[in-house]
């Protein structure tokens, strides 16, 4: 069963979350997590299923929107992905195909048959300094959220691994492992700031990974409709409010607090120096035997 953990530190910051087996999970699990981690274990899975898995604000709806453009051979907006960790899997399981699936845990809390082989899986990745600004940015626009604090303070808890879905760095070491040991062949690792340099070749390899195929036309509009530009520009315009309903009535300004910048470097604007020199300090002490490496701006 989960345990109910609230952090507070002498300066008012605080972090609300449930932890089962070691691992700390948004208070918005359904029920005690263990039961819903087990029916998750269970869940039958579709051929055409496809699921995109992310630490919190690592390019999660940009991926989605790509494949789910590359899954149905429209270019339209989706709102949100149907999150595993949120929703009752009844719910998931009359979903109509082609399901696109996202998730902020990792590949052993996948379905068993996703582990198996069956389905296509996206795993994106991001800088750990932009990914923080964003997180922090995106906290303070949701209604009773999870975190509350300053920026010192979410850094703080950051840093020490203390936010939802644990640290940022455990997160990416797990990836990493899934990569040296699983012998699937359904998996694609994409990385954030190589989506943003080159997104048309990204965009034809996703297809190819889907198994699906379009003339270059569609892939160019593709891309096009999921550059940050683009997105920024007009996905509130075409998303529907039901579309959306489930994070508009989280969100303080009632509409999707997702598409923010999608800048590499934003960071800047929110680690002082000091913070900046903190955080390297830990990069290199942590990343010391990672086999990643991240664009920073």
Same mark, same amino acid.
């Given at each position: 069963m989960c345990e109910f953990v609230e952090e507070f530190d002498e300066e008012?910051?605080?972090l609300k979350t449930k932890k089962y087996e070691g691992k700390l999970y948004t208070t918005i699990i359904p029920g005690n997590v263990k039961d819903h981690l087990e029916r998750i274990e269970q869940m039958e899975v =579709? %051929? %055409?299923d496809t699921f995109v898995l992310s630490y919190p604000k690592s390019g999660t709806h940009w991926v989605f929107t790509i494949?789910? @453009?590359l899954r149905t051979g429209k270019s339209t907006y989706k709102g949100s992905p149907d999150f595993l960790d949120f929703n009752d899997v009844d719910v998931l399981d009359k979903l109509p195909s082609p399901r696109i699936f996202a998730s902020h845990m990792t590949f052993d809390r996948l379905p068993r048959q /996703? =582990? *198996?082989g069956k389905g296509k899986v996206f795993v994106v990745s991001r800088n750990p300094k932009d990914v923080a600004a964003s997180l922090y940015v995106f906290f303070m626009k949701l209604e009773n959220a999870d975190f509350s604090g300053s920026w010192e303070g979410f850094l703080r808890f950051y840093m020490q691994? &203390? @936010?939802?879905y644990g640290s940022w760095f455990e997160t990416l070491f797990d990836w990493e492992r899934t990569k040296d040991t699983y012998k699937g062949d359904n998996? @694609?690792?994409? /990385?954030y700031e190589k989506m943003k340099k080159d997104l048309s070749s990204h965009v034809d390899k996703m297809a190819s990974f889907l198994g699906v195929t379009y003339d270059k036309p569609f892939l160019d509009e593709v891309t096009d409709r999921c550059t940050f530009k683009t997105m920024i520009k007009t996905v509130m315009e075409e998303i529907k409010p039901q579309d959306q309903d489930f994070i508009h009535k989280m969100s303080k300004e009632k509409k999707l607090p997702i598409y923010r910048k999608g800048e590499v470097g934003d960071w800047k604007n929110h680690f002082? /120096?000091?913070q900046n020199e903190a955080f390297d300090r830990l990069y290199e002490e942590q990343m010391r035997d990672s086999?990643? &490496? +991240?664009? +920073? *701006?």
């Open positions: 008012g910051t605080s =579709r %051929d %055409d494949a789910s @453009m /996703v =582990r *198996e691994g &203390k @936010m939802l998996i @694609m690792y994409l /990385v002082t /120096v000091a086999k990643c &490496k +991240f664009r +920073f *701006e």
